[in-house]
């Protein structure tokens, strides 16, 4: 990614306007930030064997754990809290940096909920 000159910086070699500079990172705020973003944390995803959805490339999923991100932020859901720990440090550990801020409706606006009765039932093609 490239960048016009900023107001101000001169050049040795002539008019200022005729040279770019080629970032060696992405900005925050620039177009591609979002893309660049995403595709960053489901490369990390998916270095700890978590596939996408092919419903909603919002959704991940692996074994009983589900993962949706919301712009910035990523809900898990699973069965248990031993297996959503052991995913997260995973996901620690591959270099993504993760905070738990508490339940999804503290947060985002989320109500989520599991009735003991009613058994949660997946499709493969999720």
């Given amino acids: ?43 990390k995803l998916r270095e700890i064997r978590v596939q996408q959805s092919l419903i909603g490339e919002c959704m991940f999923y692996r074994d009983d754990i589900i993962f949706i991100v919301y712009i910035d932020d990523g809900l898990f859901f699973g069965s248990d809290d031993d297996t959503l720990s052991l995913i997260i440090k995973k996901r620690r550990d591959s270099g993504l940096n993760i905070e738990d801020q508490g339940h999804p409706a503290d947060d985002v606006g989320v109500t989520s909920g599991r009735h003991a009765t009613v058994p949660t039932n997946l499709p493969n093609e999720l």
């Fill in 1 to 43: 990614m490239c960048m016009e000159l900023p107001p101000g910086i001169e050049t040795k070699h002539g008019n200022s306007k005729d040279y770019v500079l080629k970032l060696l990172a992405n900005l925050y705020g620039q177009k591609q930030a979002g893309r660049v973003w995403n595709q960053y944390m489901v490369d």
